[in-house]
């Protein structure tokens, strides 16, 4: 079965960087695009940044572009986001998610996704 496993948040001052990672297996990996969404506390979830399945092109949400950066390993089967000049309006749990058809690149809905991790928590506070 299809498994991700994100990893990387926690507690982060703003200005601050951390790099999250998404182990995947259970599915042949390089074949696929994958994206990060995120959820804060009481909102719903926004769609962040998704690259293809060769890494070659990388799409983001206007409020993190040029701060975040998506890659991808394919060769270790794990999806990065590198997230720099964190803001307090970055906290949320961020997920990531690869759809089933394989191809999302800017999402018309989060429902094209499939597939989902746990979650890892990332706060952005002084």
């Known amino acids: 079965e299809v498994q991700l496993v994100e990893s990387g948040g926690g507690l982060v001052q703003p200005g601050g960087s951390l790099r999250l990672s998404c182990a995947a297996s259970?599915?042949?990996?390089?074949?696929?695009?994958m994206s990060w969404v995120r959820q804060a506390p009481g909102k719903g979830p926004e769609w962040v940044s998704t690259i293809n399945s060769g890494g070659g092109s990388t799409y983001y949400t206007y409020s993190v572009k040029g701060r975040f950066t998506i890659s991808r390993d394919n060769a270790k089967n794990t999806l990065y986001l590198q997230m720099n000049s964190l803001k307090p309006e970055d906290t949320a749990v961020y997920y990531c998610a690869t759809p089933l058809q394989g191809r999302v690149g800017v999402p018309a809905s989060l429902g094209q996704y499939d597939y989902w991790g746990q979650g890892t928590q990332v706060t952005v506070s002084s």
């Open positions: 259970g599915f042949t990996f390089g074949s696929y695009d």
